[in-house]
């Protein structure tokens, strides 16, 4: 992951809509949400849950999937894994640290 990449993940989750986007859909995991469900959930109108569904998908944090007449969003779970990989890169002096079982976790979803 570039640090251009890195930036452009950052800043898209550094709103709160868009964090909350990102965390429900790491919830629902493979399964995903549309865009009804995450409108529901968070009481986010439809026109503004879009831009930021876009902005979101801009940055590789989720993808989107249509499904019949439905659009099916998940998180993108190897970029989010590429991301905290990026950030922990070198913690703990390069000693192994608690982190790595935490991405272990995470890759298998």
């Known amino acids: 992951m570039t640090e251009q990449e890195v930036v ?6 550094a ?6 986007i990102f965390r429900l859909l790491v919830v629902a995991g493979t399964s995903g949400a549309t ?6 959930a968070l009481a986010i109108p439809g ?9 979101l998908t801009h940055a590789g944090l989720i993808t ?16 989010m894994n590429e991301l905290v990989g990026f950030l922990t890169l ?3 002096q390069g000693q192994a640290c608690e982190l790595a079982d935490a991405q ?3 890759s298998t979803c």
């Open 64 to 79: 989107q999937e249509r499904n019949g007449r439905n659009l099916i969003y998940r998180a993108s779970f190897a970029t």
């Open 8 to 13: 452009r993940a950052l800043d898209s989750i």
């Open 104 to 106: 272990a976790a995470c």
């Open 35 to 40: 865009p009804k469900t995450l409108s529901e």
């Open 15 to 20: 709103h709160l809509s868009r964090l909350q």
């Open 90 to 92: 070198n913690c703990c």
């Open 47 to 55: 026109t503004g849950l879009s831009f930021h569904l876009k902005e």
